[in-house]
């Protein structure tokens, strides 16, 4: 198994205690396009898909990984269709 999908893996084993450098770093690796519009928020979009806004603040709560893992397996469902 790759090193993303070990990540991937722990954040669905233990979605807690993440930050927001883990969810960029991701993003980069999917080519989701994230934004933060001045505020203490990300945004993390991918054409197609319906945006996640995650707070910035460390730790970010399970449900916000549990989306952004959500945009993730779109995306990758998307790809396989392609």
């Given at each position: 198994m790759s090193t993303v999908g070990k990540l991937l893996e722990r954040m669905r084993r233990n979605p807690k205690?993440?930050?927001?450098e883990d969810l960029k770093g991701l993003?980069?690796?999917f080519n989701v396009d994230w934004r933060q519009p001045g505020t203490s928020h990300f945004t993390?979009?991918?054409k197609?898909?319906?945006p996640v806004t995650v707070?910035?603040?460390?730790p970010i709560?399970?449900?916000y990984i549990k989306k952004f893992l959500a945009l993730l397996d779109a995306?990758?469902?998307q790809?396989?269709?392609e």
């Open positions: 205690d993440w930050d927001i993003a980069k690796r993390f979009s991918a197609g898909q319906i707070p910035a603040h460390k709560k399970p449900i995306i990758g469902t790809n396989e269709k």
